[in-house]
């Protein structure tokens, strides 16, 4: 089983929309969920933490559910500029390592 | 402040051949890690290292070997490459620190092995 897993996409979706993407991790004891973003060929970026308590970034909200073992990124009013691919990362039981779900791609259009 | 730096940036191997992909920051951080990304997939993780002389294997390390004798640099070699080793791949750092565990990257190197 994949440590983490996400859906392909791709989710396309018409400027200002909001669009939502969860994800599934396979290990109880992770401590700790990210979302990066990776444009085209580029090397992926840090786009928020995900805190136990839920956290909000302007127009992009994280939540964390611990009990179902899912992570969700949920961007409001899409720009253009979002379209890029969303990856879902956590770390295992072994806390220094980190894994990647094979990611969300999302494509705004005007 | 450069961060991470790899090199090269792009690399044709033939069958059998061998070379080092060189990983190095400047930031002083701990942890490094590398990744590979084939077309459409997520990052996996190879080997990481800890912090100078020591180093684990990751996902799927068979193929590859790695060193950390200082702080900064962390290479990753191939020894006998394989058209299975075509990827991107992406060096990464992190301080250590409990609460600071963003990840820093490379801009990668793109392998194709022919």
């Known amino acids: 089983r994949k440590e983490v897993e996400q859906d392909p996409g791709p989710f396309n979706v018409p400027e200002g929309a909001t669009v939502a993407f969860n994800c599934t991790y396979s290990?109880?004891?992770?401590?700790?969920f990210f979302w990066y973003r990776q444009d085209c060929r580029k090397e992926p970026k840090l786009l928020m933490s995900?805190?136990?308590s839920g956290n909000e970034d302007g127009r992009f909200t994280a939540q964390l559910n611990r009990a179902s073992q899912y992570i969700s990124l949920l961007i409001r009013d899409s720009k253009l500029s979002d379209s890029a691919t969303y990856l879902c990362v956590v770390n295992g039981d072994n806390f220094n390592k980190f894994y990647f779900g094979s990611g969300t791609k999302l494509n705004v259009k005007p | 402040n450069a961060g991470v730096t790899q090199t090269p940036k792009f690399r044709i191997l033939k069958i059998g051949q061998s070379m080092t992909l060189q990983c190095t920051q400047d930031m002083n951080h701990n942890y490094m890690y590398w990744y590979r990304q084939d077309p459409g997939m997520g990052l996996k993780l190879i080997y990481y290292?800890?912090?100078?002389?020591?180093?684990d294997k990751g996902e799927v390390p068979n193929g590859y070997n790695v060193s950390r004798s200082t702080t900064e640099d962390f290479p990753l070699r191939l020894e006998l490459a394989a058209p299975s080793q075509t990827s991107v791949y992406f060096c990464?750092?992190?301080?250590?620190?409990?609460?600071?565990?963003?990840?820093?990257f490379g801009s990668g190197t793109q392998l194709s092995v022919l």
């Open positions: 290292s800890v912090g100078a002389g020591i180093t």
């Open positions: 995900v805190y136990s």
């Open positions: 990464a750092s992190r301080p250590g620190q409990l609460g600071n565990e963003k990840l820093f």
């Open positions: 290990n109880s004891a992770s401590q700790s």
